[in-house]
């Protein structure tokens, strides 16, 4: 076969495929120009499952809807700025739901739960210098892990589990399934 033909049969398919439209495994049809949302529901119904809101969304960055939802399920009295609960919230989705965080104190709303059970070196530190201490603070184990931490003899060792991840691996009792209301 000459080089010619081999080049422009990639080429013919991709010019048919781009005036006809392929189509999804939902048998919908695939654009090259995804559709655009403001409407972080429907954006999350449309994309099922993503760690933050991609260039598809072109709404706010943290919508009302979301603010909203998220002081209702944090019962957050209706005196705290939304302007102020917007900058310290997250969103993004799962399952095709809405979900946000709030940082809050400090929670480690964009990072992925840290379930590793091996103390690190700052942790060995700790217990180094408190041999027998019931805690190990958060500004050692840091603030993602799901265990807490405590000194036994001066060797770090995991006195509880206090979270779970949820599916994404993100800590999931600080994030909440947000309804649109």
């Known amino acids: 076969m000459k080089l010619a033909s081999l080049i422009r049969r990639p080429i013919a ?4 495929s781009g005036l006809t439209g392929c ?4 048998g919908g ?4 120009t995804p559709a655009a949302f403001t409407d972080p529901f429907a954006y999350c119904a449309a994309v099922s499952t993503i760690d933050a809101p ?9 919508p009302d809807a979301v603010v909203n939802g998220l002081r209702k399920a944090l019962h957050a009295s209706s005196d705290l700025p939304s302007d102020v609960l917007a900058r310290g919230t997250s969103w993004r989705c799962m399952d095709g739901r809405v979900y946000a965080c ?4 400090n929670l480690p709303c964009e990072s992925k739960a840290n379930t590793d059970r091996t103390p690190t070196q700052p942790e060995r530190d700790y217990c180094a210098q408190n041999p027998n201490s019931d805690f190990i603070p958060a500004v050692v184990t840091g603030r993602e892990t799901v265990y807490e931490w405590r000194c036994v003899n001066g060797e770090p060792q995991i006195a509880r589990q206090l979270a779970q991840p ?3 691996g993100f800590i999931s009792n600080i994030w909440y399934a947000i309804s649109p209301n």
Do not use: C, E, I, K
């Open 29 to 32: 049809n695939l654009t090259s």
């Open 166 to 168: 949820d599916a994404r």
């Open 102 to 105: 709030f940082v809050g104190a």
């Open 23 to 26: 189509a999804n495994a939902a």
């Open 54 to 62: 991609d260039a598809r969304y072109t709404g706010p960055q943290v």
């Open 13 to 16: 398919l991709l010019v048919v």
